[in-house]
């Protein structure tokens, strides 16, 4: 039986996406460094990360599948089948975990019927355990398999599963606005720059902002509005910060960015 004192993870492909799930995964003590094996392209590179993490790094991913009991694919969306294919005959029951972007449980099937798969939608926010997976309810895991990758990815955040019709804008507003976050982050630190405020003072005050503001949204259940007018005090100045995005087109520009994704996504773009 698996558990996480014991289980091998391999990773095919160790770039932004995996590498976050990994140092999640050790950050959290859930899985020791020792337990990770990971292969990727360019070798040299994959050694440098490898000895950076504490991991071991696998020449091939024959190497990784043979090794590991748990195997997260962490290859582009449109490598996906090049890069498992060549491995149909090893995957026998083994769990894979697809990190690919809109890559959903009939493809893997269709890649790799033999082994236990499910497709999922994370974000980077992982690597510091505040982040989300989003996982396709449609699986071919065992429900003591779908039990073991609930409870592991759990030590990462939040574990939500989903029906097919919501993993895609479901990852979108999770996978993809860590980097609108991060625009509004430099964005913000711009302007306190401007008004006098050193790099690492700003950046620290933003990122404590962000996180509580998020923490308190989860605490309390509050509506996003009801945050937004506690802040904003009769005659006061935020309403003036408020007022001035709104004349730019601020909510609007988000939606928008979002409707652009799903565009791109189902072909429209
Ligand atoms: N980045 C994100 O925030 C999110 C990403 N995802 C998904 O995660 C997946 C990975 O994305 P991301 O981490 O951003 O991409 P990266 O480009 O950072 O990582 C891709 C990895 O794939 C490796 N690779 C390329 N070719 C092969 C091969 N033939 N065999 C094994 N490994 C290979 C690369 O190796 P090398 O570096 O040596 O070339 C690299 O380690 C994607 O499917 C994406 O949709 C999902 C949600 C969020
Ligand atoms: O930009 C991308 O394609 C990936 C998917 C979600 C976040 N990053």
Redesign the pocket.
Known sequence: MLNTNTAKIGF?????????TARGLMLSGAIKPEQIYA?????D??CRKAAADGIHPCKT?FEVVETCDVIF?????Y??E??MSPLKDVLHGKIII??????YDDVLEEIMPSAHHVAT????PVSACEGIFICEEENTLTEEEKAFVHELLENLGLVLWMDRDHMGIG?VIA??T??FVAMFMEALGDAGCKHGLTRPVVYKLIAQMLAGTGKMALKSGDHPGQMKDAVCSPAGTTIVGVSTLEKNGFRFAVIDAIDQIQNKIHGKA
Not at 39 to 43: L, P, V
């Open positions: 095919i492909g160790y770039g932004n996406m995996a590498g976050a292969c990727a392209n360019d070798y590179k994959l991913s694919i962490g290859v582009k969306p490598m996906v090049g890069v697809s990190l690919a972007a809109n890559t939608a994370p974000n980077t990852g996978g993809c860590p980097a």
